[in-house]
Nanobody, 134 residues
Framework: LVQLSESGGGSVEVGGSLRLSCLVS????????VAWFRQIPEKEREGVAA????????????QYGDSVNGRFTISGDDALKTVFLTMNGLKPEDAAMYYCATMPPFPAATTMRRCRNWLAYSYWGQGTQVTVSS
């Protein structure tokens, strides 16, 4: 059973920082894709960042949405089976419900190419709210 548990949301002022955490259980962490999405009411869910937790020898293991590139960083702690989203320089438009997501684990066929497909994520956490005040 794949389960995702997010934490770390909260309220921050413009320009501030937050770090979100996503604990991935059910053997879905290793050699898989884990991503963060966000959604505000009446808008489609947006892919924010994704990470491939498999082969660590290459540099191409992450991708970012255009609106957060350069401000957000996605990383993983293999021992904790946790993926983090570090958000710096937060803007009012970053306020949203943030969701952690992953795919059915299939390490033999998973590469960063699979992780880049925002539509392929099918397991979701409950979400954590981020509020940015000016």
């Amino acid at each position: 059973l794949v389960q995702l548990s997010e934490s770390g949301g909260g309220s921050v002022e413009v320009g501030g920082s937050l770090r979100l955490s996503c604990l991935v259980s059910g053997d879905a962490y290793e050699g898989n894709c884990v991503a963060w999405f966000r959604q505000i009411p009446e808008k489609e869910r947006e892919g924010v960042a994704a990470i491939y937790t498999g082969d660590r020898s290459g540099d191409d293991r992450t991708q970012y949405g255009d609106s957060v590139n350069g401000r957000f960083t996605i990383s993983g702690d293999d021992a904790l089976k946790t993926v983090f989203l570090t958000m710096n320089g937060l803007k009012p438009e970053d306020a949203a419900m943030y969701y952690c997501a992953t795919m059915p684990p299939f390490p033999a066929a998973t590469t960063m190419r699979r992780c880049r497909n925002w539509l392929a994520y099918s397991y979701w956490g409950q979400g954590t709210q981020v509020t940015v005040s000016s």
